[in-house]
Nanobody
């Protein structure tokens, strides 16, 4: 059974940092590109960052470039999202996604003073 379990969300002040993690199981992790999506209330779900199966290539949405870093550890079946210089508009439910096929339950990130 495929499982993606996010963790690391929480409340942080503007300008602060947060590190999200996603633990994957039930599939051949290294064969899948991994993605982080987010969805704020009343808005469409949007792609935040993507990393290739080997970790050799990454892509970011324009609104997080220079602030967020996606990484993965294929020996541990984990993907991470380091979020720096957080802004209130980053507030959303963040989802881990594998190969556009599998989804985690989401972890809430709230940026507020």
């Amino acid at each position: 059974q495929v499982q993606l379990v996010e963790s690391g969300g929480g409340l942080v002040q503007p300008g602060g940092s947060l590190r999200l993690s996603c633990a994957a199981s039930g599939f051949t992790f290294s064969r899948y590109a991994m993605n982080w999506y987010r969805q704020a209330p009343g808005k469409e779900r949007e792609l935040v960052a993507r990393i290739s199966g080997t970790g050799g290539s990454t892509n970011y949405a324009d609104f997080v470039k220079g602030r967020f870093t996606i990484s993965r550890d294929n020996t541990k079946n984990t993907v991470n999202l380091q979020m720096n210089n957080l802004k209130p508009e980053d507030t959303a439910l963040y989802y881990c996604n594998a190969g556009s096929s599998f989804w985690g339950q989401g972890t809430q990130v709230t940026v507020s003073s």
